[in-house]
């Protein structure tokens, strides 16, 4: 609740706006509320008193009050519409560039899909609220009190039962609000259940069918679908009995102050003296009744439309609150072109509270080397090379490039220098163009070319039916894992980068393509600093230097050579990959 | 957007007007063979869809009574003669009638609600029954995507249409038919008077409901290109970092941002439109009425009663509602069509592979694997393989080698029959494998794939999915022997731990390990390895390739892998290259015949560091 208190903040720009369409919406609805006074009026006075020019004058009245209210309506829906939506642009806007500003160790905590609600669905339902909940709030307001009011000065005593009944509607509303939104909030946990279901087959189908168990995904998924069916129709079957139910109310209390009413009326006509009322207030209280029972219900969605929307400002609040955990400093180093020094300082780092994924590692890399890690899973390869561009930051020790600690740049001049091709490979949805252009908008298509021959990717690009403009889905859907790595090198080669970092990406190539990749790359980028991360002995064999990890430390450097006499883990890698091989030949 | 569906339950029936309520606006192509599939799914339970209009029609006449005979109570029993018991005895009957018309309203919306879930849950059973008979190129044709919305969205509007479209509609043009004979019934000439505007109001109506449908596509269409985007962006957000590119990303995504909130307050706008317009059509037919009835009054005071004239007032408040309400409901039977037309689709897609008719099983299963003159396309005109041909004794294993993308995988997928050939042969024991039953071809292999799935249940589940039978120890078994055990137990709930989707929370070694010990577990005749250990650091191969040794032991095997260590043992290698199969032979001959074989694997050994270490 506090949290949307203050997301109000984002409402500040809009703050004339929506005072303005809140008198506005606030002299409309006093508009439609005079309506039945008026036609009482017409009734009392000129129908029953035979006053022509009575009924004309009220007549034409109520036409004017109708226009003119729905004229102002018009005006204040606009503005509280376009300020609504002016918020939810600007909150919108603001999370993403929060999202933006986070560091990987940010994003380590989200989920892809957890930052996707916050940023549509959680913006939409606060907007929503603003939109529907001002307006409804508002206008079933003034309509109760100022129907009560005007009810009141009509005739006190069926006002006081009124005022009784409505608020009970109300409280009825509510429980039954209440007390249906467990089941609710059930049947989306059923069809969540159902959904996933039916996602894991058609995700796993190739395993379905290969293991042949259809039948068994047949009876799993019919489960589900019953269990869906059964609350569903629970659901189904109390909202056909309790939204009659709410309109029943309505037209029994209005059925009720008619009968009240006409008794008084009644006793009024056959016991002189008592004070009674007349056929045109009974009708005026009649549609007073009718006026007050909408919002009555509608102040009730709105109500429960309040926790939802509370819920929602709590999760936009988690990702506002996040602080990015890497930042630049004040006057931070900008450069164009960077040499390619890297210097390791007694470097440490680790991931939360775990264990040193980088201990205490300590070395140089002179600009324009080309350098392998190679090493078991988990012995810290990607983490040392993540130091290097700030994608995370030491824990102990320090990282320079040439020969400035790399926090003491700024992350623009950094990253644009440092190309790091992850793991996953990821492209996005547009053509192979694009994709490539992402990253240097201003290259030609020879450049494009160049890139993409060094990576050893023109090949299957030339086969595609549309070459550069061949249309790749999200996450490079219809390419295999080693096309889409060798578009992801090629993509970092177009970026001309003075550090380059290849982190398992030739892992899906075959040996004789990704040799020719590397030892390409090596040719081509002389003075480019690069570094190769792999399992394969065959990517990093050709480096200057290579450096063999495990445990987060340094275990063993040298050339291919040197290493080989070593006969340590390098050689033992060495010989399950390649030597026993060499042994049968 | 997910407040589609949040809305587009029965609560939606009383939430506002905001875009979810709108849903989408497609048209079916082919609305009577839609229509036609529907019917067809409620069949002889049309009766009951006749029931509850009757009862539904029940509940809207005897609403309809209520207004004239509170007029009259008024006007006979106040104005004309008055008299309290009468007074209040005709009051006590509307209260009475109000309350059987809840009733009968209740029992006619329980009835379509009952059906409605009844055809829907009777729909997605056979849905995803068909689907499961479905082969892997349909699949992959169609999209998963696009499958699951049609599993979800696209039953979720049918069943909108059911629920609440069926009780509108009856609702509504009872309404307003019995409040129109009510008011024909008392005054002709006052009801004429009521409809007057009627003819304004419909066109605006019209007017402003093809405005508000327009603008709400292209506010769907704008909604969907945003989150897009998000989505895509975040997904990428890693890579968009490390090229420094979040201010291009950003600017993308504000003006799609500013699109949404142009397009989206358009939309809305005209949508809160609706409200004071039906507002300002009822003041104006009652400012008529009043204006004009009230004149009648004063000179034919005999026929035009001041109760007559009130129970018109009640009368002509509720008799625009409906209108409002339909066009909606216009639209909703319109997506649903749509919907519908997308489900029957795939209900009435033909399986490209079954089991032929006359299935013969192999009596005494050998293993014997033979790829005759094989020729194979995913997409006509472009040949995957061609004139691929060879023979696998039963027992042995066999390496299928070759560059990225030669057709490897594919050879493995006409295996078992994920696709079929459209040339050639390929047979088993002898036996065509088209004439096999596909359950019993299938149930004889077992596949480990590179980046093999799971389900988001415990690790011990996911081993028994080929064996539901199977006891805990054989599991454990079969997790020792697939060298699995060990870094299972060290999880903190064991064999109990829940995996997440796909099992993403192991890394894809861990994952290889499981998806080795599943079919170990599973005991298949034919064993296929399709880069099955590719992830798993070359130290535990070592121990892997032991007890995949003895798993390939008298088993028909296809192993593909990179590693050469892995295909050296293999009784027989071939080597596929743009779409045929250039070389055969054991590692040693195909070496020695130094050809593409020799080249594709020497490469590990050019260089001249190795000769010294030859003697290991």
New interface residues.
Partial sequence: MLSLIKLFRFLNKYKGSLIFSICLLFV?TLL?LV?PRM?QI??DE???Q?E?AT??LW??G??L???F???I??GS??LL??SS??M??DL??TL??K??S?S?QN?DKFR?GE???R???DV??IM?FV??GFF?IIQSLVMIIGSLLLMYSSDPGLASIMAVIMPSVLVVFLVIATLVRPV?LK??KKLDE???V?????????????????K???KK??VK??GF?EI??K???L???L???LF?IG??TM??V??IG??R???A??VPGVPGIT?GQ??EF??YA?MAMFPI?MLG?VLNFVSMAAASAERIFELLNEQPAITEKAGAVRKEKLNGDIAFVNASFRYGHGEMAVSDFSMEIKSGEKIGIIG???AGKSSLAYLI?R?YDVNYGSVLIDGENVRDYS??S???S???V?QES?L??GTIKENLL??NPDASDNELWEALNLAQAAD?VKEKENQLEEVIG??GVGL?G??RQRLAIARAIL?NPDILILDDVT???????E?KVIDGIYEKLPDCTIIIIS?K??AV?SADRIIVMKDGKCQEKGT??EL?KIKGIYK??F??????????? | ???NR?NS???G????R?PGHHASFEKAKDSKRAFKGLLSYIGQRKIIILIASFFLMG?VIL?AL?PAM?GD??DL???KN???DQ??LQ??L??VL??I??GV??IG??L???L???I??KL??NS??H???LS?GY?NRTG?GD??SR??NDMEMIYNAM?NGISSIVNGIFTMISILIAMFIRSWSLTLIVLAILPVLLFLTSLIGKLVKDAFQKNQKAVGA???H?????????????????E???DD??QK??D??RI??RS??LS??F???M??AT??S???L??F???L??YFPAVFS??L??SF??YA?RFFEPIRQMTNIYNIFQSALAGAERVFEVLETKAEIKSSLESKNIKNFRGDVEFKDVHFWYEENKPVLENVGFFIEAGKNIAIVG???AGKTTIINLL?R?YDIQKGEISIDGVNIKDMDL?YL??Q???V?QE?????TTIMENLK??R?AASDEEVFEAAKLAEAHNFIRRLPEGYNTQLS??GMNL?Q?ERQLLAIARVIL?DPKILILDEAT??I???T??HIQKALLSLMKNRTSFIIA????TI?NAHKVVVVHDKHIIEEGT??SL?NAKGFYY???????Q?S??TE??S?
């Fill in positions: 409309s439609t309506q036609v017409v009734v000129g129908i029953k035979k022509m009924i004309l007549g034409g109520i036409v009050a109708a226009i209210s729905s004229l309506n018009f829906g606009y519409i376009k939506h002016g939810a642009y919108r806007g993403f560039k999202v933006f986070f990987f994003l892809t930052l996707m609600v940023i549509n669905s939409n339902t929503m939109r529907m409804m609710f049947m989306r159902l959904n996933n039916l996602q894991e087959n058609l995700a796993g189908a190739s395993l379905v069918k290969a293991f042949v168990q259809k068994q995904e047949i998924f019919n679908n019953k069916y569903s129709l659901i189904g079957t909202m056909s009995l939204f009659p139910l029943l037209q029994v059925a009720l008619v009968m006409g008794q009326a009644i006793n006509l056959l056929v009974l009708l009649n549609n009718m219900l969605m078991p899973t988990g561009p994608f992350l623009s950094l990253r644009r440092i190309a790091y992850l990821t996005f949805a992402f990253v299957f999200e996450k295999s080693g096309q970026s892992s899906s190539l075959d040996l004789e393509t040799s399992q002995i065959n064999r291919h050579q080989l033992e890698i010989n399950t990959q390649v030597a026993q091989d060499q042994g049968v030949a | 957007m997910s407040e949040s339950r029965p609560i029936q009383g939430m506002g905001g509940s609403k209520t509170i109570a008024i029993y106040i104005i008055p008299s309290l007074f209040t009051m006590s509307v209260i109000l309350l018309s809840w309203e209740a919306g329980f379509i609600i009952r409605s879930n009844q829907i849950f997605r059973e995803f029954a689907i499961q008979g892997m699949f998963i499958l699951i599993m979800t629920s945003l989150s897009g998000i989505q895509e962006s975040i997904t990428g957000i890693k890579v968009i970092q490390s090229f420094n590119k979040e291009k990303t950003i995504f504000n941002n500013n949404v909130r989206g307050i809305q706008f809160h439109a409200m004071p317009i507002f300002l003041a104006l009652l400012a008529l009043i204006t009835g009230g004149v009054a004063i001041i109760g004239i009130t007032i009640i408040q560059p990225t993308g078992t994920f359950d299938r149930n292999m077992g596949i794939l093999p799935f799971f389900f988001a999915y080929g539901p989707e796909r890394s070694g599973k590719s992830s650091d070359s130290l191969e070592v990179h590693r050469l260590s050296k590692h040693q070496m080249r594709l694997y020497s490469l590990q050994f260089k560091e190795i270490d030859m290991i």
